[in-house]
């Protein structure tokens, strides 16, 4: 944008786009206060699927700061980031499943009504950040991260307010601990289409240019 409209751009980068810039930082401060409700939440409701999403809330605040940071480096440093970014969704897919685990043998009940409201609250934030975010989500690897989180996320609040159904409906604390295992397994599928298009990028990016053709000789008379 203006940094890049006299030629001053270094060679490789993109020019940023404001709008998505103020986006990201919108989707930021959404993601960091639905951490603060839900991490409250979910420790007074005893939902690990609530508790799972608060995590995921952070995550993704952490994942839009970063791709604020690279909006303007180069497209290898970019992909660079996506693919770091991947491989922690895949960090928290596994944290996820083996926190819902550690639940089942526990075996607590969370509070279905915590969870519906919360849920309901997270749905409302998610949806709000991804019509904003509906745009860009064909960018590149970068910007499909965000998108994935965003997605995933909503997904992810549409299953805690089922799960608080089925609590409320059977007593029991497993639709609690079935959402949180659908959750730790979005953030694994995610996780692996972000490395795999980071990586795709990255030998892109890395490819030699072709070679030029040498200068066409005039033909003879």
């Not at 990586?199 to 030699?208: S, Y």
Request: hydrophobic content about 55%.
């Amino acid at each position: 944008m203006a940094d890049c409209c006299s030629g001053g751009c270094s060679p490789g980068k993109a020019p940023v786009d404001p709008r998505y810039r103020r986006v990201l930082w919108i989707a930021l401060w959404v993601n960091a206060l639905m951490f603060g409700v839900e991490i409250l939440a979910g420790w007074a409701a005893g939902s690990v699927a609530l508790l799972a999403d608060a995590v995921d809330f952070l995550g993704d605040a952490a994942n839009y700061g970063i791709s604020l940071f690279v909006l303007g480096l180069a497209p290898l440093w970019r992909s660079r980031t996506a693919l770091l970014k991947g491989a922690t969704m895949g960090g928290y897919g596994i944290f996820v499943l083996g926190t819902a685990l550690w639940h089942l043998q526990l075996g607590v009940v969370p509070k279905a009504e915590t969870m519906g409201v919360v849920g309901f609250l997270a749905l409302l934030a998610n949806c709000a950040v991804g019509a904003l975010l509906w745009a860009y989500r064909n960018g590149d690897a970068n910007m499909r991260s965000v998108w994935l989180c965003t997605r995933n996320d909503a997904i992810s609040n549409v299953a805690v307010m089922l799960a608080a159904l089925g609590v409320f409906g059977t007593g029991s604390g497993l639709p609690d601990l079935l959402v949180a295992t659908i959750m730790g397994l979005l953030g694994l599928s995610a996780a692996y289409s972000v490395v795999t298009h980071a990586r795709r990028e990255m030998r892109e990016a890395a490819a030699p240019a072709p070679a030029s053709a040498g200068p066409v000789e005039l033909k003879r008379r």
